[in-house]
């Protein structure tokens, strides 16, 4: 069994996980479907996952790997979103991010580029 890393979360953002977890945007709930249940490629995927002071749409703790999904959430927010991925790369985790757009047109390739990218984290963390 691997061991887990232990990721620093803010306990006040344990109940707004929860409720974005409840109230999960149509993109979110249509990448949900295939990381849920250790479907892709057997790895443990949480969704709206607290850590540090921010919470990500998925996260996988095996992999240290954040999805996000850009929605209309986001617009606006460059400055905020950079500061956030940089403190998560900071924590050792890898941020992968893509539009709604993209989601909801191109799941495949959204999906294949996941699938890439945990391949990639395979072959170089044996």
């Known amino acids: 069994m691997k061991h ?4 620093p ?6 109940e707004k996980a929860r409720e ?7 993109t979110e709930r249509l990448l ?33 790997l954040a999805i996000e999904i850009d929605g209309i959430s986001h617009l606006n927010k460059n400055e905020y ?6 403190i998560l790369e900071e924590l050792g985790i890898a941020v992968l991010r893509f ?11 959204v999906l294949t580029s996941i699938v890439t990218w945990i391949g990639e984290y395979e072959r170089t963390h044996p």
């Open 99 to 109: 539009d709604g757009y993209e989601v909801i047109n191109n799941l495949d390739g």
């Open 32 to 64: 949900w479907k295939y990381l849920k249940r250790k479907r892709l490629k057997g790895y443990d995927f949480d969704r709206q996952k607290p850590i540090d002071n921010y919470i990500v749409d998925f996260f996988c703790n095996e992999l240290m």
């Open 20 to 26: 974005l977890r409840n109230n999960s945007t149509y």
């Open 81 to 86: 979103d950079n500061n956030r991925q940089q």
């Open 9 to 14: 979360y803010n306990h006040n953002f344990v």
């Open 4 to 7: 887990k890393n232990i990721i």
